[in-house]
C-alpha cells in the first residue's frame, strides 16, 4: 500500500469509532484488520497530542505514513489492493 492509499483509507473509515462496521472500505480490507491498525495509529498520536482536541494537528498523511512505515509487519498482507467499483 502506497502513502495515498493509506490516507485514502483514513479518510473513509472514523478514527476510534465504536462499532466495526464504521471501519467497511472500498479497499475490501477485513474491517477487523482496519480497526487493529487504526487503533495503532490512534495510540502512536497519542504520544504527541497534549489534549484530543490536538487530533486534527497531528492526524495526517505524514503522521500516518510514518506509523505504517515503523510497524515491521504488513498490517494487510493477504488482502486483495484493488478498490470495489
Known sequence: ??????WN???QIVLDALYICEYNNTFD????KVQRFFDGYY????QFMQTIFDMDKYDNINNLWDYYCSLNFNP???VSRETKE
Not at 500500500?1 to 493509506?6: A, G, T, Y
Not at 495510540?43 to 497519542?46: E, I
Open 43 to 46: 495510540m502512536y498520536l497519542q
Open 29 to 32: 480490507i477485513p474491517e477487523c
Open 76 to 78: 494487510f498482507q493477504n
Open 1 to 6: 500500500m502506497n502513502k495515498n492509499e493509506l
Open 9 to 11: 483509507l483514513r479518510c
